[in-house]
């Protein structure tokens, strides 16, 4: 596995994480939060057997630049698509998680022409299955972090130094099996690049987005998405009416669900997610 640093007209630097050969079809793995292109350390080597893929950090994720604005989906797709257009990449399989699901809910409506398929995977999509108001029950813990994320500056004070209770209390309510699916190394990789400056600011940027990504895809799910959608969910996920949600929005949409894993499949079920991925992919070329 190869550690490229790519940087685009737009004046992003990205960070990426490369394996297998660039003459078959490409894969685009794209992480959330608290998260980076590291989620994918466990299915990258799977998939590089067969295909040419690419781990990117988003733009103020990980090890890529940290942009002082432009978090909204349009303008992250469009970031992305840059990227694809300087890689001379020619129908990719997007594949999304959390985050990654929303920039890849938008990037299949502004450029399909990039896309062989898209794969997105347990999301709270903003305008699909995250509404705007948030129901106070004895499920909204799961999104109290839509709220808090948002507001200023508030965050980076209260989390600073504290960047391994955060990840910690996320992989530990979140995932199923979470002792088994991180390592203390994997935890202590992500609190370095949580910790690194302007990073925490970075990946809240999105949450602060939000209410434009709303706006950007109410229009838009007036059309549906051309190219064929794979939509996964865990069993004990954040998303678990992601199909569902997703069925009405789409040509072709297809999904199944990971038995025992909660929100964190690309480590907590790495095999059974990479078969589905593959499997989907067959069945495009």
Same mark, same amino acid.
Request: aromatic fraction near 10%.
């Given at each position: ?18 394996? @297998? ?7 685009? /793995? ?21 295909? $040419?893929?690419?781990?990117?950090? =988003? +733009? ?32 990719? =399989? ?9 920039? @890849? ?10 896309? /062989? ?7 709270? !999509? ?8 948030? +129901?106070? %029950? ?8 839509? /709220?808090?994320?948002?507001? +200023? %500056? ?11 209770? /955060? ?8 995932? $199923? ?35 434009? %990504? ?6 838009? @799910? ?5 190219? +064929?959608?794979?939509? !996964? ?29 909660? $929100? ?22």
């Amino acid at each position: 596995m190869r550690e490229r640093f790519i940087s685009t007209k737009d004046n992003i630097t990205w960070h990426v994480y490369e394996d @297998g050969k660039e003459q078959v079809t490409t894969i685009l /793995l794209i992480a959330g939060f608290p998260q980076s292109a590291y989620a994918w350390r466990k299915i990258l080597p799977i998939l590089a057997k067969k295909y $040419h893929v690419l781990a990117i950090d =988003l +733009p103020g994720q990980g090890y890529s630049s940290v942009p002082r604005s432009g978090y909204d989906t349009k303008t992250t797709a469009q970031r992305i698509h840059e990227l694809v257009v300087q890689l001379e990449l020619k129908k990719i =399989l997007y594949v999304g998680h959390d985050v990654g699901s929303w920039i @890849g809910y938008t990037y299949a409506h502004l450029f399909p022409d990039d896309l /062989l398929g898209i794969t997105l995977i347990d999301a709270n !999509i903003p305008g699909v299955t995250l509404k705007k108001q948030i +129901p106070l %029950d004895t499920e909204s813990w799961r999104s109290w972090h839509f /709220l808090f994320n948002v507001i +200023p %500056d508030l965050p980076e004070e209260l989390l600073r130094d504290k960047e391994r209770v /955060l990840i910690e209390w996320f992989f530990s309510n979140k995932a $199923h099996n979470w002792r088994s699916a991180f390592t203390k190394e994997d935890i202590d990789e992500y609190v370095q690049e949580y910790r690194q400056l302007g990073v925490m600011r970075g990946m809240l940027g999105y949450y602060r987005a939000v209410l434009d %990504d709303f706006k950007i895809n109410e229009p838009l @799910g007036s059309q549906k998405i051309a190219v +064929p959608i794979l939509a !996964i969910n865990g069993e004990f996920g954040s998303s678990r009416d992601l199909l569902e949600k997703l069925k009405v929005l789409g040509e072709k949409v297809t999904g199944t669900m990971i038995k025992g894993s909660g $929100h964190y499949i690309p480590e907590e079920k790495p095999d059974e997610l990479t078969a589905q991925i593959i499997e989907f992919i067959k069945s495009l070329i």
